[in-house]
């Protein structure tokens, strides 16, 4: 049976969408069907066209349509939009030349759509260091901030979606802006285990991260750039130009700079800097305009906030301490025995990936060297500024175990199709 996926009129009241659809064929796998997909804006998106309410929709499951050669038909579809598919279908094809891209769409009607642009532009929001320099770089234009509800922070971590609205509310009226927030069900109705087996041999990446990411979060900006004239919206780079061809991640300028939608253009922006250039933008902008930031960077803890714990949370703790400024000054804020366990999680078990320790501990460290002495730093963090960095990496038997473990999640989902 051919995999096919038949998009009816969603259904629209107020603030909320609700999106239906019938699949068939054996791409079925992909979706976990009794989970609805909707979206709740805290704007009104009732007068927003079916050609733009789509496109969320169309941004999730269209690399999956390319991957299970699927055919997508839709009543009607931005023309923009449409016209850009095959663009950034073309980074994915570049990024992934071991897999076959195949699937269509199909649009019964394929409309036009303009709107003036006299709003500016918007960003989406997250609250870490790639969102923060976004901002501090294009502060001037004072952008509408985007903050999805379900891409990091889960719909059952109320109390760290509480924490999460504290933080872009100070952060909004610290840079007199405007916000929007969106509850999205976009990582809850497709099967990412699945989807992850499907492509990760011969990507070498998840689903989330190598495939949704990125597009899958764009697409949630369409009904908002219609209804408030925004001509552009600013995704943030996770990356660097120094990291093309060893890592993949669905969000990157060969996809993202090429997605448009009404008049709306997507910029992927601060390619050009790596991660401590990036915490240098975001230390001397506080330090000339006299301004307090609070980042939030963790992906491990519940709750919205950092746990100065994971690997995420030291590097950004690092990076700072390495531009001469405290790290509770943007509320990375660490215990005694919290940096002595850095020491033992990040060098003795040697838990970061190599890839990060010559991408981003290198220049932290270079960084450090350049504005600190070592008698500066406290006590438990000399070590690291003396360390001979290559020291830091994974394990050989961590990179087996994940290997193993690859291939033996493959076996029983071949076993459970059959």
């Known amino acids: 049976m051919k995999n096919i996926i038949k998009i009816t009129a969603p259904v629209v009241n107020k603030n909320r969408v609700k999106y239906n659809y019938e699949v068939s064929g054996e791409w079925k796998e992909a979706f976990i069907l009794d989970n609805d997909f909707c979206i709740e804006y805290d704007i009104d998106i009732s007068n927003i066209p079916l050609s733009i309410i789509i496109i969320p929709l169309l941004c999730n499951i269209l690399p999956i349509s390319w991957i299970y050669d ?12 449409y016209e850009s598919i095959e663009e950034f279908k073309k980074g994915y094809v570049d990024m992934y030349p071991k897999i076959k891209f195949g699937g269509s769409i199909v649009a019964e009607a394929v409309v036009e759509n303009s709107y003036s642009g006299e709003n500016g532009s918007a960003a989406f929001f997250s609250g870490g260091v790639d969102a923060f320099n976004t901002l501090v770089n294009h502060a001037g234009e004072n952008p509408t901030l985007l903050t999805i509800w379900g891409a990091d922070v889960k719909h059952d971590d109320i109390s760290g979606w509480q924490n999460v609205m504290k933080h872009i509310n100070s952060t909004a009226q610290e840079f007199n802006v405007e916000y929007i927030t969106i509850k999205s069900d976009f990582r809850k109705f497709l099967n990412e285990n699945t989807l992850t087996l499907k492509v990760n041999e011969l990507s070498g990446d998840n689903w989330w991260h190598g495939f949704q990411h990125g597009i899958g979060i764009i697409g949630h900006a369409a009904p908002v750039c219609f209804a408030l004239n925004k001509l552009i919206v600013y995704f943030a780079s996770s990356f660097t130009e120094a990291d093309k061809g060893k890592i993949t991640c669905a969000s990157d300028p060969t996809i993202d700079n090429f997605v448009r939608f009404g008049n709306t253009s997507i910029i992927h922006d601060g390619y050009e800097y790596d991660r401590q250039d990036k915490i240098h933008n975001i230390v001397e902008y506080c330090r000339k305009e006299e301004r307090k930031i609070s980042l939030r960077v963790c992906w491990k803890s519940t709750g919205g906030k950092n746990c100065c714990e994971c690997e995420k949370c030291w590097r950004t ?39 990060r320790r010559d991408g981003v501990y290198t220049k932290i460290q270079d960084t450090m060297r350049k504005n600190l002495n070592y008698e500066q730093l406290p006590k438990d963090l000399q070590w690291f500024y003396k360390l001979n960095i290559k020291k830091l990496g994974y394990h050989p038997y961590r990179c087996f175990y994940a290997k193993v473990k690859n291939i033996i999640k493959r076996v029983i989902l071949k076993i459970l199709r059959k």
């Not at 699927?70 to 939009?81: L, M, N």
């Open 317 to 355: 703790i690092l990076g700072i301490i390495a531009e001469g400024e405290e790290a509770s000054n943007y509320d990375m804020s660490y215990t005694d025995k919290q940096l002595k366990n850095f020491h033992k999680i990040y060098y003795i078990k040697k838990n970061i990936p190599d890839y």
């Open 70 to 81: 699927a055919v997508i038909y839709v009543e009607s579809c931005d023309k923009a939009f």
